[in-house]
């Protein structure tokens, strides 16, 4: 383990896992309880056009992913509340037309994306101290809001009828949720890619709600997972050879999967 750390880029790629475990672990949780899972994933593929924007217009893909994973998730929360449209629906469109665009934004782009491949399956060996630096105000952005209006959001993720009721403004805290959500993918794309990321936001908050049904229990038990998954999956991948990102989730999926049966085995409840 000494040995890695020897080098820088090993250093900046578990420091990225760190950071992505913090707002896995908070975000993730509420992405599982309120079943934003498929929503997720939309913003996910749907911020794939920003990433190819940033290479035809020649600024980093990941200050344009952030603008149109925030386009997209605006979309989705309005399209709920104002155009009445159903969200899988909504979701599909953004899902398809995203990739669509970014695929045309690269093949327009007059550079050869030479490390368009991370960004689809994630490589966290390459993440740079600029990217560090914009992960680390993006995780204190989300952390920060989340502290702000956890108890709102808390009413929101179990019963969002209650929550209109109590007068709370319950389009715009959704729209809310789904922009930390977008700005938590944009961190995790670095890390496992487009693909991949709905796997690192759902894996670790599902293996915490093994262990406790309280909220604050569930964020911190996720983050602690979160940051097993990603430093063993790192130190796998560097010995083994394997791609960084999908060895991350291998190892999450794995994991996830013995807790569960050994559970069953020992009727853990």
Known sequence: MIEILQYEFMQNAFAAGILASVICGVIGVYVVLKRLVFISGGIAHFSFCGIGF?????????????????????????AKHK?????DTTI?????TGMALGIIFIGLSSEYAIDLFSYLFGNILAVS????????????????IVALFYKEFLALSFDEEYSTVMGLPVQ????LLLCLIALTIVVLIKIVGVILVIALLTIPATT??????????MMIISILFGAIYTSLGLTISYYLGFASGATIVLVSGSIFFIILVLRNIFHIK
Not at 54 to 78: D, E, R
Not at 134 to 144: Q, V
Not at 172 to 175: G, N, S, T
């Open 54 to 78: 940033g290479y035809y217009s020649g600024i980093n893909p990941t200050l344009s992913t952030i603008v149109f994973s925030l386009l997209a998730a605006s979309a989705i929360g309005g």
């Open 83 to 87: 155009a009445k449209l159903q969200e």
């Open 92 to 96: 599909g469109i953004l899902w398809a």
């Open 129 to 144: 101290h600029q990217d560090l630096i914009i992960m680390a105000i993006l995780s204190g952005i989300i952390i920060i």
């Open 172 to 175: 715009a805290l959704y729209i």
């Open 208 to 217: 915490s709600r093994l262990f406790s049904h309280s909220v604050k229990k």
